[in-house]
T-cell receptor, first 112, second 113 residues
Framework: KQEVTQIPAALSVPEGENLVLNCSFT??????LQWFRQDPGKGLTSLLL?????REQTSGRLNASLDKSSGRSTLYIAASQPGDSATYLC???????????FGKGTKLSVIP | DVKVTQSSRYLVKRTGEKVFLECVQD?????MFWYRQDPGLGLRLIYF???????EKGDIPEGYSVSREKKERFSLILESASTNQTSMYLC????????????FGPGTRLTVL
């Protein structure tokens, strides 16, 4: 069974720091990778979608990269703010599949 | 913006009850999905639908069924609720095709007593 690993499981940083969240996957035939944010007790908010033909996507202070050959994606958050505190999940769609395979997430706390 | 709504944010039911969870999307998406999310296990796909009246099993379909009579609405049914079905249930939708961005609803926290 293909897996998605997100390390670390939790991260605490001071406000203003730049940070990187990591996502690794075992499936070499992914078609896209999506990053989500989840606030406690809430649904998932889509942040960025990277197609397999792309290397990175940017939205505001967020930048996501994808390296299929190494099975890794990173989410870079610039100038972190307390409002960025949430759990961040990555998920990929495999070859010909409707299904997303999710990591267990990284819980981010940004300390004022 | 895509909007996915779920009928209840919180629901408490008794063991053995029949439970309906409703999901509605307003962006004319072909694909709809039901996931459950549990601590330590992450999100797992229960069922998905790629067209009206079409459904496919996900990773954990046991104890669940689904209904999609209209394009915008996808229902998850627990025929006889059990305590191990206490969970957060999340609905999602996406455009047709396998590789499109999924958009999620706010979730329903179901407790089965």
């Amino acid at each position: 069974k293909q897996e998605v690993t997100q390390i670390p499981a939790a991260l605490s940083v001071p406000e203003g720091e730049n940070l990187v969240l990591n996502c690794s996957f075992t499936d070499s035939a992914i078609y896209n990778l999506q990053w989500f944010r989840q606030d406690p007790g809430k649904g998932l908010t889509s942040l960025l979608l990277i197609q397999s033909s792309q290397r990175e996507q940017t939205s505001g202070r967020l930048n996501a990269s994808l390296d299929k050959s190494s099975g890794r994606s990173t989410l870079y958050i610039a100038a972190s703010q307390p409002g960025d505190s949430a759990t961040y999940l990555c998920a990929y769609a495999g070859a010909g599949s409707y299904q997303l395979t999710f990591g267990k997430g990284t819980k981010l706390s940004v300390i004022p | 913006d895509v909007k996915v709504t779920q009928s209840s944010r919180y629901l408490v039911k008794r063991t053995g009850e029949k439970v309906f969870l409703e999901c509605v999307q307003d962006m004319d998406h072909e694909n709809m999905f039901w996931y459950r999310q549990d601590p330590g296990l992450g999100l797992r796909l229960i069922y998905f639908s790629y067209d009206v009246k079409m459904k496919e099993k996900g990773d954990i379909p046991e104890g669940y069924s689904v209904s999609r009579e209209k394009k915008e609405r996808f229902s998850l049914i627990l025929e006889s609720a059990s305590t191990n079905q206490t969970s957060m249930y999340l609905c999602a939708s996406s455009r047709s095709g396998s590789y499109n961005e999924q958009f999620f609803g706010p979730g329903t926290r179901l407790t089965v007593l």
